[in-house]
């Protein structure tokens, strides 16, 4: 109890940065105070010296007293004293330097975890890239009679990629809804929550596989609820042709993993809050083209066009 020794209080850091520049800043403003009184005395000895005791009387320049001068002078030194001691070392001094470098270096930081949180999700539709064909090719290799599951991406875009605005499609194309419902019918169809809930009702004949991370979702009897593309994927492995059908982050991800893409190219551009990734020519080959003009049912032109991965 008696031999333990009382721990002295300790100072952060900060504080005591702050405790040592307010104590620099009190002493200039102390050495200002005594610098203005000191002028004060100086101009009035100056006009005394001048005028009372006779010193210099007949000095002048440009018909004005020589005092006039001297004050001045000073008057220049000390605004210079008090431009240094408001301005100059409270706004640009190395506090305000060290102050600017820490907003910069933080900006910085700001966008490097920007950036290392891109890397890590392109690492990880990667890694699901990587998991799905290596778990394709060890199906293949268990059973290499059974034919292999061709993923495929269905969708309608314009020609600046737009697929849809406030959860809706831009455009109405009766063929291109019929050609949908002939793709895709009988088959599994993989969509995000959104697109999902932009439709009255479930599609008939056709098995929804809907992805959302939202914990409570709730979904009709019949259709199934996952987490992610890749257990959407397992979800589908006995369809020989399970299609994505939006919306556009879903696309974003299965873009790396699809082996076929159904697009209606609708030829015009529109604006809208929902893309269609740009399709790479050297990773996708183009194998069919049927183009339609507009006519009474259909207010653009447009094209069918299918790609399959080189």
């Given at each position: 109890m008696?031999?333990?020794?009382?721990?002295?209080p300790?100072?952060?850091k900060?504080?005591?940065?702050?405790?040592?520049?307010?104590?620099?800043?009190?002493?200039?403003?102390?050495?200002?105070?005594?610098?203005?009184?000191?002028?004060?005395?100086?101009?009035?000895?100056?006009?005394?010296?001048?005028?009372v005791?006779?010193?210099?009387?007949?000095?002048?320049?440009?018909?004005?007293?020589?005092?006039?001068?001297?004050?001045?002078?000073?008057?220049f030194?000390?605004v210079?004293?008090?431009f240094?001691v408001?301005?100059?070392?409270?706004?640009?001094?190395k506090?305000?330097?060290?102050n600017q470098l820490d907003k910069l270096?933080?900006?910085?930081?700001?966008?490097?975890?920007?950036?290392?949180?891109?890397?890590v999700?392109?690492?990880?539709?990667?890694?699901?890239?990587?998991v799905?064909?290596?778990?394709?090719?060890k199906a293949?290799?268990t059973?290499s009679?059974?034919?292999?599951?061709?993923?495929?991406i269905?969708v309608?875009?314009?020609?600046?990629d737009?697929?849809?605005?406030?959860n809706?499609l831009?455009?109405?194309l009766s063929?291109?809804?019929?050609r949908?419902?002939?793709?895709?019918?009988?088959?599994?169809?993989i969509?995000g929550?959104k697109?999902?809930?932009?439709?009255?009702k479930?599609?008939?004949?056709r098995?929804?596989v809907?992805?959302?991370?939202?914990?409570?979702?709730?979904?009709?009897?019949?259709v199934i609820?996952?987490?992610?593309?890749?257990?959407?994927?397992?979800?589908?492995k006995?369809?020989l042709?399970?299609?994505?059908?939006?919306?556009?982050?879903?696309?974003?991800?299965?873009?790396l993993?699809?082996?076929?893409?159904?697009?209606t190219r609708?030829?015009e551009?529109?604006?809208?809050?929902?893309f269609?990734?740009?399709?790479?020519?050297?990773?996708?080959k183009?194998?069919?083209?049927?183009?339609h003009?507009?006519?009474e049912?259909?207010k653009?032109e447009?094209?069918?066009?299918?790609?399959e991965?080189?």
């Open positions: 008696f031999g333990k020794k009382k721990q002295k300790q100072i952060d900060a504080q005591l940065e702050l405790i040592q520049n307010a104590q620099k800043r009190i002493k200039q403003k102390k050495r200002l105070y005594i610098h203005f009184v000191i002028f004060l005395i100086g101009a009035i000895f100056l006009i005394a010296a001048n005028t005791l006779g010193i210099g009387k007949d000095v002048q320049f440009f018909e004005i007293d020589w005092f006039v001068y001297a004050i001045l002078l000073w008057l030194f000390f210079y004293h008090a240094n408001f301005i100059t070392h409270k706004f640009m001094g506090a305000w330097e060290q270096v933080a900006k910085q930081q700001e966008r490097i975890d920007k950036l290392k949180e891109e890397f999700k392109e690492e990880t539709l990667i890694a699901q890239s990587e799905y064909n290596e778990t394709t090719s293949e290799n059973n009679n059974s034919p292999k599951s061709e993923l495929t269905i309608a875009a314009g020609e600046n737009a697929i849809g605005k406030d809706k831009i455009w109405h063929d291109d809804l019929k949908f419902k002939s793709l895709t019918n009988g088959h599994h169809i969509m929550r697109t999902f809930e932009s439709f009255p479930p599609l008939p004949n098995t929804h809907v992805i959302s991370r939202q914990q409570d979702y709730k979904v009709p009897n019949g609820l996952v987490n992610s593309l890749e257990d959407a994927i397992d979800a589908s006995n369809d042709q399970p299609f994505i059908i939006g919306g556009g982050e879903i696309y974003k991800q299965a873009m993993i699809a082996d076929k893409i159904e697009l609708v030829h551009s529109f604006e809208a809050d929902t269609f990734p740009e399709i790479d020519t050297s990773v996708w183009e194998t069919a083209n049927t183009f003009k507009k006519d049912n259909h653009y447009f094209s069918f066009l299918t790609y991965r080189v």
